[in-house]
């Protein structure tokens, strides 16, 4: 079983909708979170990290994401999309508990209509 | 900038060949990643390497080897193709950090094997 889940494989939006992409992870302990992005034929970009200090951290490109550790939930948001957004999302953790190996979820594929 | 460089954009190899899959980085980072990207299961890890001849086995090593003869490159090896190892292959390299440092990504090698 996937250790790290996201809960949507594809979402479609038009443009200035809001978007939550949910990202949990079933690790205990010490964990680092990360969200990378891959638009269309282009490489695996990181758009944000939380490794301590405020749990609310602010990415690129206006998105943020806000760690809940009682729910082991890391979800994406941005408050109103672009088109520029098109793209595949993927939640990844590193933790202390998996010897350190980056996990990545399933990936979710968003589409923003113009 | 970081950069990430795989030898091939796109493989086609036949069922049984060996094929040699190389990744280059330019940053002098210690760790280096394969992984495999299929549709739904986002990235799955086949193997890594904290240093230069030392490696430790993934999520998926099996039908895969890898060999790390400078820290630069770091290579993976398919011993017998087969129709099931048919899929999007990402290096990635990551400096020293104990899990909370950025991972760059390679560009990905589509390989089909027929």
């Known amino acids: 079983a996937q250790s790290v889940s996201q809960h949507n494989h594809h979402v479609i939006l038009s443009e200035a909708a809001s978007l939550e992409l949910g990202c949990n992870y079933s690790?205990?302990?010490?964990?680092?979170l990360f969200w990378y992005v891959q638009y269309p034929g282009q490489h695996l970009q990181l758009l944000l990290k939380?490794?301590?200090?405020?749990?609310l951290v602010k990415g690129i490109k206006g998105f943020e994401a806000e760690f809940i550790k009682s729910k082991f939930s890391f979800n994406l948001r941005k408050p109103s999309v672009q088109w520029s957004d098109t793209a595949e999302y993927f939640c990844?953790?590193?933790?202390?508990?998996?010897?350190?190996?980056?996990?990545f979820g399933g990936g979710t594929r968003v589409l923003v209509k113009p | 900038d970081v950069k990430v460089t795989q030898s091939s954009r796109y493989l086609v190899k036949r069922t049984g060949e060996k094929v040699f899959l190389e990744c280059v980085q330019d940053m002098d980072h210690e760790n280096m990643f394969w992984y495999r990207q299929d549709p739904g299961l986002g990235l799955r890890l086949i193997y890594f390497s904290y240093d230069v001849k030392m490696k430790e086995k993934g999520d998926i090593p099996e039908g895969y080897s890898v060999s790390r003869e400078k820290k630069e490159r770091f290579s993976l090896i398919l011993e017998s193709a087969s129709t099931n190892q048919t899929s999007m292959y990402l290096c990635?390299?990551?400096?020293?950090?104990?899990?909370?440092?950025?991972?760059?990504f390679g560009q990905g090698t589509r390989l089909t094997v027929v």
């Open positions: 990844a953790v590193n933790a202390k508990a998996a010897g350190n190996k980056l996990t």
């Open positions: 939380y490794f301590s200090g405020d749990p």
């Open positions: 690790y205990g302990g010490t964990v680092n």
């Open positions: 990635a390299s990551s400096p020293l950090g104990g899990g909370s440092t950025e991972a760059f």
